[in-house]
């Protein structure tokens, strides 16, 4: 070994160099005339994960063994031998630098006096494709927080196509095909030919360009030659380049590929875009404005960020698809028109919630009552999803059907409770289910006596309109929300002038502006405080006040604006305990008949009488009242007693003395019913008059 002395001119001395290798940015070695390791900076020793005492001595291959340090060798002595620098491209052994290392080394000879060469530096630096690796690894991270925003399908294609270019691509075609009825349903690759498939998003460095690129919403059509089928039959992404006859026979002169010999394109990458084993499209990315083509590490980058839109879209068609599931069976269990009654002018208004949030179980209706009473109902089921629509659902029709045997509002918020409980505890072991937490509350209006009766079960409060515009919010006993089970619920009587409005909506309606409910109710109140004939307008007008974005939750508003019965459209007579006050009753029904010109309904009525009155006479206790209502169309026989005893229609055997008046009564009525009171029953038929 040739030894390179220490004094200031040799290679090895300690004045040779010390400041270069103090401050050297890089791994820095010495070489002498027999490729031996004379000097290595602290770099060189991290790199290589030798002390420089270590390696004092040795050549490279026996520092680092490996087919790059024999080349680096080879190198060294040509630089030694032409006493120029040279640069070794392979990887050079690095620790902790991978199996391909990832540096390269740059050699530059010493000369001393006379020019004779007498070492040789050996400069270790980062190759330029670990920049590259940080980069595509960059655009990784960026895809993860990019892509899949929204759980829209057009956003997301378009949210790939916006991240790849011009990071990875100069061009970026998203194409969708008609995808399988059931989001879990596989498919083994198109099968229509040519393929016929959706663009959903481009981008292009070509900004503000025209033509087929740029061309969204269209059908493209792809042959079977192309790459694009080939692709997608085999499940893999691929290159293409100008050379490969595939894409030279496509690019030429199909229309699907116009916009590759439009922009000029020589490279391009086709990716099916795949998840659970669905074929959702593909994404077609394309090189014009730079000269390189697509490398292999490029496709996999690729490969990546498509499986990430691939994903998205997916959980976006399976959301879009649950949430059409879940509105349309909503809107099947909500009212789609309001009846026809003479007591309220009704006019209501339904939001969904926005996207994230997911359909709620609001509910509103209208059940007209015995009496020409009616009946306003708003409930609100804890939670979203076809769960809680179901559950609505449900309420829905156990609050129609209590209210149909005329239960007080309490008494039917004690039922509604109970079956709350009943669906929670059926359901206990289910994700997402409405149970406790639901709200509702229930009010019946007389326009015969103008008064209102309410309970509630944690809803908020009804609003009152009064004629003259004052608004205030009634004051309903809150009650506990419906599944918790053991609490009573207190109901309510108010007297509400001719033309009030009573207001009930749920509380998505008060959440729906940022600020607390306080102000909220101050929109509402001067909104409703305006007077305004037409109650669609009302409900419009309280909108836009309070919303000014998607809302987060369910909205049901129902405004209702009363109306009274005129005094002449009722009659009422007090009847004595006495089976021969029957007859009289009949000339009460006529003559008042008569007096409404209802002649042609004296003979139903006057049966309908005699059965009533006979039956509270016979089986009742006194006292006892017949009242006579026409309502529009309608004309309702009630006849009341004190007794809670209530009649059952039985069918009469033919030797039977009894039995058949009550079947006669339904035979006649259009419907008839009971309706209990604090004290005794009421029993009623109703009649419709059309064509009387």
């Given at each position: ?6 004094g ?12 270069a ?18 000097r ?35 190198t ?21 630098s ?8 740059s ?7 006379g020019?004779?060469v ?6 270790v ?8 690796v ?11 927080a990019?892509?899949?925003t929204s759980?829209?399908?057009?956003h997301?294609?378009?949210?790939l ?7 990875l691509?100069d ?12 989001a879990?349903?596989?498919t083994?690759?198109?099968?229509e ?40 039959e085999?499940?893999?992404g ?21 916009w ?10 086709v990716v099916?875009?795949?998840?659970r ?20 590490d490029?496709l996999w980058?690729a490969?990546e960020?498509t ?28 009212p ?15 939001l ?12 509103f ?8 009473r ?6 609100d089921v ?14 829905r029709t ?18 509604l409770?109970?079956l709350v409980i ?39 409060p ?10 205030y ?15 009573p619920?207190e ?12 207001v009930?909506y ?10 607390d409910?306080?102000e ?11 007077p ?19 809302p ?20 009422a ?23 409404w010109g ?10 309908i009488?005699s ?8 089986y ?5 009242q ?32 009894g ?16 309706r209990?009171?604090?004290t ?6 109703e009649?419709s008059?059309?064509?009387?």
């Amino acid at each position: 070994m040739s030894a390179v002395g220490g004094g200031p001119g040799a290679p090895g001395g300690e004045g040779w160099g010390d400041q270069a290798f103090a401050q050297a940015p890089c791994p820095f070695a010495v070489f002498d005339g027999d490729l031996r390791l004379v000097r290595a900076n602290a770099g060189m020793e991290r790199a290589l994960s030798f002390t420089e005492g270590e390696m004092r001595g040795l050549r490279l291959p026996e520092i680092a063994p490996a087919a790059a340090s024999e080349e680096a060798e080879e190198t060294m002595r040509l630089a030694f031998e032409t006493g120029e620098p040279q640069q070794v491209e392979s990887s050079f052994p690095a620790a902790g630098s991978g199996p391909q290392g990832g540096w390269s080394a740059s050699l530059a000879p010493l000369t001393g006096p006379g020019g004779r060469v007498r070492a040789v530096c050996l400069a270790v630096h980062q190759r330029a494709d670990e920049h590259l690796v940080r980069r595509r690894m960059l655009l990784l991270n960026d895809a993860g927080a990019r892509i899949g925003t929204s759980l829209d399908i057009v956003h997301t294609a378009q949210e790939l196509a916006d991240i790849a270019v011009p990071r990875l691509a100069d061009h970026v075609v998203v194409d969708l095909c008609d995808l399988p009825q059931h989001a879990d349903e596989p498919t083994a690759g198109p099968s229509e030919r040519p393929l016929a498939m959706h663009r959903t998003a481009v981008r292009s460095v070509l900004d503000g360009s025209s033509g087929p690129l740029l061309a969204v919403g269209e059908t493209a059509a792809y042959p079977e030659f192309s790459p694009v089928a080939e692709c997608l039959e085999q499940e893999r992404g691929a290159r293409y380049g100008a050379t490969d006859t595939a894409f030279a026979r496509w690019a030429a002169g199909d229309p699907s590929a116009a916009w590759i010999r439009e922009t000029g394109t020589h490279t391009v990458m086709v990716v099916p875009m795949r998840t659970r084993g669905i074929t959702l499209g593909v994404a077609l990315f394309g090189r014009s404005r730079r000269a390189e083509p697509f490398e292999v590490d490029d496709l996999w980058l690729a490969e990546e960020l498509t499986a990430r839109a691939a994903a998205g879209i997916h959980n976006a068609r399976r959301y879009t698809r649950e949430r059409t599931t879940t509105m349309t069976l909503q809107r099947s269990l909500l009212p789609h028109s309001l009846p026809d009654q003479a007591a309220l002018e009704v006019a209501s208004r339904y939001l969904p919630a926005g996207s994230r949030a997911g359909v709620g179980g609001d509910w509103f209706d209208v059940i007209p009552l015995s009496g020409a009473r009616v009946a306003l109902v708003v409930g609100d089921v804890v939670g979203h999803g076809i769960r809680a629509s179901a559950t609505m659902g449900q309420l829905r029709t156990a609050v129609r059907t209590l209210a149909d045997v005329d239960l007080p509002p309490d008494e039917l918020l004690t039922h509604l409770d109970d079956l709350v409980i009943r669906l929670s505890a059926d359901e206990s072991g289910a994700e997402g289910v409405g149970g406790i937490g639901t709200t509702c509350l229930y009010a019946v209006y007389d326009p015969v006596s103008r008064r209102c009766t309410l309970a509630r079960a944690g809803h908020p409060p009804p609003a009152v309109v009064t004629p003259d515009a004052a608004v205030y919010l009634l004051d309903v006993p809150p009650g506990p929300p419906l599944g918790l089970g053991g609490l009573p619920f207190e109901t309510i009587e108010t007297e509400l002038p001719e033309d009030s409005l009573i207001v009930l909506y749920t509380d998505g309606l008060l959440e729906a502006r940022e600020g607390d409910i306080d102000e909220a109710l101050d929109k509402m109140f001067t909104a409703l405080a305006h007077p305004a004939s037409a109650l669609d307008t009302i409900c419009d007008r309280v909108l836009a006040a309070l919303l000014t974005h998607r809302p987060d939750d369910d909205i049901a508003l129902l405004i209702a604006r009363t109306r009274v019965l005129d005094s002449d459209r009722v009659a009422a007579w007090d009847l004595a305990s006495d089976p021969a006050i029957v007859s009289e009753a009949r000339r009460h029904a006529t003559g008042q008949l008569a007096a409404w010109g209802l002649t042609d309904a004296a003979f139903i009525t006057e049966l309908i009488v005699s059965e009533l009155v006979t039956n509270a006479i016979r089986y009742g206790r006194p006292p006892i009242q017949m009242r006579m209502i026409h309502e529009n169309s309608t004309l309702i026989c009630e006849v009341s007693d004190s007794s809670s005893t209530t009649p059952h229609m039985r069918r009469a055997r033919t030797f039977d003395e009894g039995g058949r008046g009550l079947l006669l009564v339904a035979q006649l009525a259009q419907r008839w019913g009971t309706r209990h009171a604090p004290t005794g029953k009421t029993i009623w038929a109703e009649q419709s008059l059309t064509g009387a």
